[in-house]
């Protein structure tokens, strides 16, 4: 079965502090998996995804397939982090663009 | 462009009423999906579709119908909504490209009592 477990609801870190975000995957196939993020009274938009090998907002994650995870990290977390965090799946083959989402993890920063 | 829209921004609706959730994107994108988030749950998938006239059930249809007559909407609608329908309902829409970047609008509050 394809899902996606975040076990974290909330993470609550010091402005500064390493932030690491956990994902855990279960998919048969070659995973792609993407990072969306909801700030306080905004949509949810896309972070980044895996296949771009990309770093937004000082974020980054690594796809490990041994471990079948994606976390997210960030060396140095910054007030304006605090934000609902979403990790991702591609559902299934095809072009479809059918996403399953994980439970999602609250990240707040303390000043 | 405004992107992704939903209308209404928040609805209280009593158990059996019925209600049509409207999502429109102006970036002609063609695939379309509705969601719900709730608490500890994250999003799920309700309905979504490929294309102009297409439907297709997400992971929790039950309960819902949509409609896609114009490529740019994508209606939601409840035929009698219960309390277990309360939720945000998150409407998305892609393009048909190989990226699968989802554009989101800003969500709908529904309470049903």
């Known amino acids: 079965a394809q899902r996606v477990t975040q076990p974290e609801k909330l993470l609550s870190v010091f402005k500064g502090a390493p932030v690491e975000l956990k994902c855990n995957y279960s998919y048969s196939g070659s995973p792609e998996l993407f990072w969306y993020v909801q700030y306080s009274r905004q949509r949810l938009q896309l972070l980044l995804r895996?296949?771009s090998r990309e770093s937004i907002k000082g974020f980054t994650a690594d796809l490990n397939k041994g471990e079948t995870s994606f976390h997210l990290k960030k060396p140095f977390a910054q007030e304006e982090d605090s934000a609902m965090y979403y990790c991702?799946?591609?559902?299934?083959?095809?072009?479809?663009?059918?996403?399953?989402f994980g439970q999602g993890t609250t990240l707040q920063v303390k000043p | 462009n405004a992107g992704v829209t939903q209308t209404p921004k928040f609805r209280v609706l009593k158990t059996g009423q019925s209600m049509t959730l409207l999502c429109a994107q102006d970036m002609n994108h063609e695939y379309m999906y509705w969601y719900r988030q709730d608490p500890g749950m994250g999003l799920r998938l309700i309905h979504y579709?490929?294309?102009?006239?297409?439907?297709a059930k997400g992971e929790v249809p039950d309960g819902y119908n949509v409609s896609r007559l114009k490529k740019q909407n994508f209606l939601l609608g409840l035929e009698s909504a219960a309390p277990s329908q309360t939720s945000v309902y998150f409407c998305?829409?892609?393009?048909?490209?190989?990226?699968?970047?989802?554009?989101f609008g800003p969500g709908t509050r529904l309470l049903v009592l």
């Open positions: 991702a799946l591609k559902s299934g083959s095809g072009n479809t663009g059918k996403l399953i």
């Open positions: 579709s490929v294309g102009e006239g297409t439907t």
């Open positions: 998305a829409s892609k393009d048909s490209g190989p990226g699968e970047t989802q554009y």
């Open positions: 895996h296949i």
